[in-house]
């Protein structure tokens, strides 16, 4: 594996002098970083490449006031990389832009020079790379399923069930990004993988997962360092309960309900206080979408894609998505970038269950009379899935304790989503939700088992 790759960009040999001794003592992935640097906004705009470095750590004035602007946006918007992580510096607090908070800056994180600390910068850094590396791993995860379900009827069994252990593995770093997995595979008791000529490490806990597609009996063997939980156990026989699917199937938006609904709690369990939010979320909208006269087909598919609303907060750093209190403006500005950070992710896929997913994640936190974001629309500028997504994340986000406050009674929530009707909510949407509320207070209270 290639050393990480930070660039520095400032105008002082000083700063970069102070910046590389602290980030010299840091290790990611078994290795130091990788740092290079450049002294200013016109050689960086020359040397850089977008998405080959997981951190730019810029200063704000150089040789302009605004030169730390410009690499922001060079990045951002010139170079379409969303994925580099961003840390803006300063030394000249009052030369920072007035709507630094508000525009479509995409900033991760922001230090003032004075209070540079090297703990506090390893902090943030060390952060920033693991939200780097998650995105990173999520979008493979994404591109790999999709090849699978694009090209399953056309794959061998081995093939499926080799690309099945690979996605594994790859979803698992997700939460575990240290662990190191390995695994066996047989078919109808023959090992296929690893290759009978290669011998396959035993490490110290060992997981069997057994199933039959069609008249093939597979094991598929798991083994970890560390010992698994009930949700990454599930995970995996999720997804071999969707790689059967996937075999006989020839349509390629047909991925299993639950394998898409589990892949959202892989990304929400990052979350200290999400628990069955998703499954909620996912029932809510699926209702909703029924009463509002969807079929039971486009019903479903919006359940599916609703479990994805909150995968854009792959990229936001744990301790401001797990913060016990109040966000201040700034953090408030990061995790807001959740919903563009989702639309990314899923943007490109040319699987229907995620090019709806990806526009839920960009547009539910848009309100009704256009106050929201991260865009501003208005009405029905919203998609409707969008809508009804955003109804369904309130009402269950309201009637259950987050890490900033305790849950509130349901008659509380209930008149708190009235009140916003026409303002943060669709009308069309609220009046479904009232005329069915029992329903609706039924999922609320619902639990949830980890196996979906």
Known sequence: MERTKVMIVDDSKTVHAELSSILSELIWNGKDLDIEHT???????????????????????M???????????????????????????????????????????????????????????????????????????????????????????????????????????TFLCLKLPDIKLTGEIFVNNERIFPPKFMNSEHLEYRYDFHTKVQKDNILFVVYSPKQLNSLETSYIRSLLKNLQTS???????????????????????RSADTGDHVNRVAELSCYLAEYLGFSSSDAKLIKKASALHDIGKVGVPDYILNKPGKLDEKEFSIIKEHTLIGFEILRNSTLNIFEIGAVVALEHHERWDGSGYPYGL????????????????VFEALTHDRCY??????????????????????????????????DMIAIVKSNYSEEV
């Open 39 to 61: 002294y200013g906004y016109e050689e960086f705009k020359k040397i850089f490449v977008p998405e080959k470095y997981a951190l730019v750590i810029t200063d704000l004035v």
């Open 63 to 169: 040789e302009s006031d605004d030169a730390g602007i410009k690499v922001i946006n060079h990045i951002r918007h010139t170079c379409n990389d969303k994925k580099t992580r961003i840390i803006l510096m300063t030394a000249n607090p009052e030369k920072i832009p007035t709507d630094l908070l508000t525009r479509d800056y995409d900033i991760n994180a922001y230090i003032e020079k004075e209070s540079l600390s090297p703990f506090s910068t390893k902090l943030t850094v060390l952060s920033l790379l693991k939200t780097y590396q998650d995105i990173t791993s999520l979008e493979q995860a994404i591109v790999t399923l999709e090849n699978v379900a694009a090209n399953a009827s056309e794959m061998s069994l081995p093939e499926l069930l080799i690309n099945t252990f690979l996605q594994v593995r």
């Open 247 to 269: 075999l006989i199937s020839t349509k390629r938006s047909d991925i299993e309900e639950e394998f898409v609904i589990m892949l959202s709690k892989v990304i929400e369990a």
């Open 378 to 393: 208005q009405g029905e500028e919203i998609a409707v899935e969008a809508r009804i997504v955003q109804v369904a994340d």
């Open 405 to 438: 406050r305790p849950a509130w009674s349901v008659e509380k929530a209930v008149e708190y989503m009235n009140d916003m009707k026409g303002r943060q909510f669709d009308p069309m949407v609220i009046d479904a939700f009232n005329k069915h509320l029992k």
